[in-house]
């Protein structure tokens, strides 16, 4: 099912010099975000920094929100994650799309304007409302967790 976003072009180097973001294929999950810096930039090994995306989205829908998830082959190859591991872009969120550029590798890597360092990806949310208890009914598994049911 396709859903429209709102999406305001901040740069207006994206759909002139550089593609608007898109889907890479027909079943790709992510549309891939680029570097809109005025000048190339070199992350030193351990920095971050935070770069613009030059687009803002308004969700609008608080069923809907979007998470920006690293490139897998420049994470793997060149350590270029995120510093916040994970962006999650709230639905009432109307600000630029920022992506917080982590080299977590031992050599610097360098961004050109418009290289593709990121991917955006629309997830829906199922918001839950609490309910205090003073003791939760038998579920069978109780409190075992971290590793309780063993490796193998
Ligand atoms: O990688 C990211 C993560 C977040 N955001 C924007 C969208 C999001 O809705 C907003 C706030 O993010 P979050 O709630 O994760 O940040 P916070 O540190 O809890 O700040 P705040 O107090 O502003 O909510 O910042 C980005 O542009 N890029």
């Known amino acids: 099912m396709n859903r429209e976003v709102e999406f305001r072009l901040l740069d207006a180097r994206l759909g ?3 593609p608007l973001p898109d889907y890479a294929t027909a079943q790709s999950a992510g ?3 680029r570097a809109m810096v005025d000048q190339s930039l070199e992350l030193a090994p351990g920095e971050a920094q935070l770069v613009p995306s ?3 989205i308004h969700l609008g829908d608080p069923a809907m929100c979007a998470v920006i998830l690293p490139r ?3 994470g793997h190859k060149q350590g270029l994650v995120l510093g916040n591991l994970v ?3 709230d639905a009432d969120y109307q600000g630029p ?3 917080s550029l982590w080299n977590r590798g031992r050599l610097p890597v360098t961004i050109a304007p418009g290289d593709r360092i990121a991917q955006l990806v629309f997830l829906p949310v199922v918001r ?3 309910r ?3 003791a939760f009914a038998e579920s069978g598994r109780g409190q075992g967790g971290f590793g309780h049911t063993g490796v193998r």
Do not use: E, P, T
């Open 16 to 18: 002139r010099d550089f």
């Open 31 to 33: 549309m891939d975000l």
């Open 54 to 56: 030059g687009l803002a």
């Open 72 to 74: 897998s082959g420049l």
């Open 87 to 89: 962006g999650l872009i």
């Open 97 to 99: 799309l920022m992506v």
């Open 128 to 130: 839950a409302v609490l």
């Open 132 to 134: 205090q208890v003073d």
